[in-house]
């Protein structure tokens, strides 16, 4: 598994980085910037998906709410969640809505992430390989942990700019993982947390962007059972 992890994964991003060192002046810093905005070009299609599918979900949200609210009083054992569950993916088709195409963009960065860090770990050519200041060798932590906590400040700004279509609970959730992140960064290869800070950046200056565009949106107003019968019988 090493050797095909290698062949497939190491050494064409050994080389693609090599080519980049040789073009932004003799720097491993910038060859990784560099690297880092061709990832996050080549996931562009997916993250507008992301996007796409991030609204329509928020479109969605009250009728969800509705659906959920009419079940609300089941046990999550009962059998009667399960309708529940079919008349959600029924929403969710009608409107063509698929709820796991959030994760798409992640789920293609994470192995990149992990390929960085096994290179760092083993690739000869990024030992002793300084960036700039006080960064000194790309494959050692940040001696100052400058970029592990810019990286923390761009994880939650990316959270908290992103729409969500989760409850507040599992919001508060999902504002742990920057504290984590940054905690397990701390003293990874800066080269690592380089790569990771600027695909933050880049996101973050995404959704500024998206949000701009695309606005805030419809809000949709779903009237509650009892009012919708009354205006039928009416």
Same mark, same amino acid.
């Given at each position: ?7 497939? &994964? ?8 090599? $080519? ?7 720097? $491993? /810093? ?9 990832? +996050? ?6 993250? +507008? ?5 991030? *609204? *329509?979900? =928020? ?5 969800? *709410?509705? &659906? ?17 569950? =079919? ?7 009608? +409107? /063509?809505? !698929?709820?796991?195409? @959030? ?12 390929? $960085? ?22 494959? =050692? ?10 990286? @923390? ?37 800066? @080269? ?7 695909? !933050?950046?880049? /996101?973050? @200056?995404? =959704? ?6 695309? /606005?805030?949106?419809?809000?949709? !107003? ?8 009354? *205006?039928? +019988?009416?």
């Amino acid at each position: 598994m090493s050797v095909v992890w290698t062949a497939l &994964i190491l050494s064409p991003m050994l080389n693609i980085l090599a $080519f980049l060192y040789a073009v932004v002046f003799h720097n $491993f /810093g910038l060859a990784i910037i560099l690297f880092t905005v061709i990832v +996050r070009l080549a996931t562009l299609p997916l993250t +507008r998906r992301q996007v796409r599918s991030t *609204k *329509k979900m =928020q479109e969605i949200q009250p009728e969800m *709410k509705a &659906i959920q609210d009419r079940y609300s009083n089941l046990k999550a054992t009962d059998p009667g969640k399960q309708k529940m569950n =079919q008349e959600l993916m029924s929403l969710y088709r009608d +409107r /063509g809505v !698929n709820p796991a195409s @959030g994760c798409l963009p992640m789920l293609l960065t994470m192995p990149v992430l992990f390929a $960085f860090y096994s290179l760092l770990s083993v690739a000869i050519e990024i030992r002793d390989a300084p960036f700039i200041l006080w960064i000194q060798d790309l494959s =050692q932590h940040d001696p100052l942990y400058v970029t592990p906590l810019l990286m @923390g400040v761009t994880m939650v700004a990316q959270q908290k700019m992103t729409p969500s279509t989760a409850d507040p609970m599992q919001q508060k959730i999902m504002m742990v993982m920057p504290v984590v992140f940054t905690f397990m960064f701390l003293w990874a290869p800066s @080269g690592l947390v380089l790569y990771w800070l600027m695909s !933050n950046v880049w /996101g973050v @200056g995404q =959704q500024i962007i998206t949000n701009r565009v695309i /606005g805030p949106p419809p809000v949709h !107003n779903i009237r509650p059972p009892a009012e919708r019968l009354i *205006k039928k +019988r009416g």
